[in-house]
């Protein structure tokens, strides 16, 4: 591979609506980008073509590519379609029943009829052997090794199990047993995936440990073989290069790690948008964003703090109800924190049974997708919504690849205005107003809930559909600021090229802080250090460089739940006593408001984040990449398109200038109302706001709620 070739890396970033795609050659400081709809039935497919369209585009030959890193929903839609292999469970004996007990808590006590997600492992394939090791380590009761072979052989000869999860009491302190059965049903089945849950979660918690070794053997096959056939089409269209792949922590993994924990990779198309939307708020100086992701099925937010996102321990899958917590199956395992909710360009609006407007979380999908795509969808959808109230240009939709139909998109809202009692104009500013007010809504919870307030963020907006709702979402916040990144409809992609390979890790070890046996702690982490250098080293030869950060799960002695703190440098010994206490009180009153002076400190779990530092790509020269083209380093000199009408919240209906946004320079300002268009996406502003771009190509919108519109009486919102 040339010099020139190890500069070219892709980032793909497969959707519920669109497939993203990012290359980006460093050597010659150009950005190519595409959107294509996505393939559902053969999420590769569009893959494969998104690619020879970036070749093409940009005169690059594949063996010119030196990576390409990849995010997907596979194991996400795989656990909420319930299509994934069949599982057997070998477990401790009298413990089998431990997925269907769970919590033994409703996700809905106003619910009457509300039901738990169904377990992934029937009773009847969950088999207890004889064999017990105790919280402190200890082998109380020795492995009963014929049993577990005529465990394994009733699940897979007798009930045809296709992968096998392994998950003893207490493994997490010591997981010899778990090991050894492991090597006794290799013995028998040289091929049979098996998943330990002291791999894929070594902490407390038998029931989401267990839960999350069956989620991680159910989707292992299908994963597997996604992953074998990607590479294999890859192959086949020349590609030599490296193949990574997104975890749900934001961090890049080997294809090899992510067939064995792709547990791993459940939300790592989300993940990546938070990752980019992180890099960028670091690079405009900005301390505090809420990163607002809206794609053509979901909105998801998240917060990025001092240049990182927040990273939470649990997640829930396959949910019942998609967006109440609770109803799913909880999962120990790394993901960015984030919230989603059914807010999409493609959630269609329909009236209910007492003639009331409800948007989402049904979505159109890319098939038949909305109405205005003119392939087959006959319900309004938001994007519907926003073509016909002025918000996107129907000759100019993804540079005018895809052609919208607003006629058609005007008479499926009449149908709807009929059944509502009202016209189409005002149902579809209806649509917007209330998708709008969705979103707002579980965005100040997700930050009460952190003890944050929005008003003291930046809203950064990103994915096809965020820069078109971005103001109206910041005003019903009280957001000031806006930010809106170029190439902000493929940002998740660039997410990918900005990520560094990464590993997460967790040892679990109950211990009062006065009590710890810091010995044993500092073991714990050289394990964790040495685990983490294998496996990075596939990625890059200079472990050298590898960052290590550690925290702990930590809580009051006899409460139920903990928070996650940043240990200081240094070795840990009992001099680190006071200072742990100081930042666990200092995190717990952030969340809570109060402390507990009397209480003592308990830890639970030790975590390590490694990571492997990569040069990341320089996006500023990104002045995006029209059709997939060049940036391009000589705007246009007129950068106004036009005028056209448009709807707003708090305005009515305006005429709003509308600007080629790549052909603005850094350093234009611009008030509103305006309407900016680039490629993927395009967003529109009030006359209470002034864009400006930043020298990183950014577009800033700061809000005056001073500010008092003239036409504001009477104007519908």
């Given amino acids: 591979m040339t010099e020139a070739a190890s500069s070219c890396t892709i980032g793909i970033d497969v959707g519920g609506t669109f497939t993203d795609f990012v290359m980006h050659d460093a050597e010659h400081a150009r950005t190519h980008t595409a959107k294509l709809l996505t393939t559902p039935e053969d999420p590769s497919r569009a893959i494969i073509d998104g690619i020879r369209r970036l070749l093409e585009a940009s005169g690059m030959r594949i063996d010119q590519i030196a990576r390409i890193v990849h995010g997907t929903t596979l194991i996400t839609n795989t656990v909420l379609e319930r299509t994934g292999a069949k599982v057997g469970l070998i477990t401790t004996e009298g413990f089998r029943d431990v997925l269907e007990m769970g919590r033994e808590i409703r996700h809905d006590a106003a619910d009457l009829y509300a039901r738990p997600a169904p377990v992934l492992v029937p009773r009847h394939v969950r088999i207890g052997v004889p064999e017990r090791i105790t919280a402190d380590a200890n ?10 072979l005529k465990a394994a052989q ?6 045809g199990a296709q992968a096998l999860a392994i998950a003893f009491l207490h493994s997490y302190a010591n997981p010899s047993h778990e090991r050894r059965a492991r090597e006794l049903v290799r013995s028998l089945y040289p091929e049979l995936p098996i998943s330990l849950s002291a791999d894929v979660a070594p902490e407390i918690g038998e029931y989401e440990r267990t839960n999350t070794a069956c989620v ?4 292992q096959p299908v994963v597997g073989a996604y992953l074998d056939r990607l590479e294999k089409d890859l192959a086949a269209l020349g590609f030599t290069g490296t193949l990574s792949l997104m975890l749900s922590s934001g961090g890049l993994t080997t294809l090899a790690q992510a067939k064995a924990v792709p547990v791993a990779l459940l939300e790592s198309g989300p993940a990546a948008g938070a990752v980019a939307a992180a890099h960028l708020a670091e690079q405009a100086g900005e301390d505090r964003v809420i990163a607002f992701d809206m794609g053509g099925t979901t909105a998801k937010m998240s917060l990025i703090e001092g240049g990182l996102p927040h990273v939470t321990h649990e997640f829930e899958a396959g949910r019942v109800d998609r967006f109440k917590p609770g109803s799913g199956l909880p999962l120990k395992t790394a993901v960015i ?9 493609g959630s269609i609006a329909a009236a209910d049974e007492f003639a009331l407007l409800k948007v989402g979380p049904r979505s159109a999908g890319s098939v038949p997708g909305p109405v205005a795509y003119g392939r087959g969808g006959a319900r309004p959808t938001v994007t519907d919504a ?3 109230t002025g918000h996107l240009d129907p000759d100019h939709f993804l540079g005018g690849e895809l052609t919208l139909t607003l006629p058609q998109v005007r008479e499926a809202f009449e149908e709807l205005a009929a059944r509502l009692g009202i016209d189409a104009g005002r149902a579809a500013a209806g649509t917007l107003q209330i998708v709008t007010e969705n979103m707002a809504a579980a965005t100040r919870m997700h930050l009460s809930e952190k003890g944050r307030d929005p008003r003291a963020y930046t809203l950064m907006a990103f994915g096809g559909a965020g820069p078109v709702h971005a103001y109206a979402l910041a005003r019903s916040l009280k957001v000031p600021r806006v930010m809106v990144p170029m190439g902000a409809g493929v940002l998740s992609a660039f997410g990918f090229l900005v990520a560094d390979p990464a590993v997460e890790d967790v040892r679990g070890y109950a211990t009062t802080l006065p009590a710890a046996d810091w010995a044993r702690v500092r073991e714990l982490y050289q394990d964790m250090e040495s685990h983490a250098a294998a496996l990075l080293r596939r990625m890059g030869p200079d472990t050298a460089q590898i960052r290590h950060a550690r925290s702990a799960d930590m809580r009051y002695l006899g409460q139920g739940f903990e928070i996650t703190v940043a240990l200081p440098d240094g070795p840990l010994s009992d001099s680190c006593v006071e200072e742990l206490r100081r930042r666990f009180t200092a995190d717990y009153v952030a969340v809570f408001g ?16 490694s990571s492997l530092p990569t040069p990341r790509p320089s996006l500023v020269r990104s002045a995006s990449a029209q059709h997939g083209g060049d940036a391009n380093p000589n705007p246009t000199p007129n950068p106004v398109r036009g005028r056209r009408a448009i709807q707003l919240p708090g305005v009515g209906v305006c005429e709003a200038t509308v600007y080629d946004r790549p052909a603005l320079e850094p350093g234009s300002s611009v008030r509103g109302p305006a309407v900016f268009e680039e490629h993927e996406t ?11 771009i930043d ?4 577009l800033i919108i700061d809000i005056d709620y001073a500010y008092a519109h003239s036409a504001s009486e009477g104007a519908e919102t």
């Fill in 139 to 148: 082998e109380l009761i020795p492995l009963n090794e014929p049993a577990v």
């Fill in 154 to 159: 009733e699940l897979v000869d007798g009930h």
């Fill in 216 to 219: 991680n053997a159910y989707v």
């Fill in 337 to 345: 924190d984030m919230i989603e909710i059914g807010a999409g360009g």
């Fill in 386 to 388: 926003d073509l016909l």
């Fill in 594 to 609: 109060r402390e507990l002076p009397e209480g003592t400190l308990e830890v639970t779990n030790w975590r390590l984040t």
């Fill in 682 to 692: 395009s967003c529109a502003i009030g006359p209470d706001a002034t864009a400006t």
């Fill in 695 to 698: 020298a990183h190509h950014n």
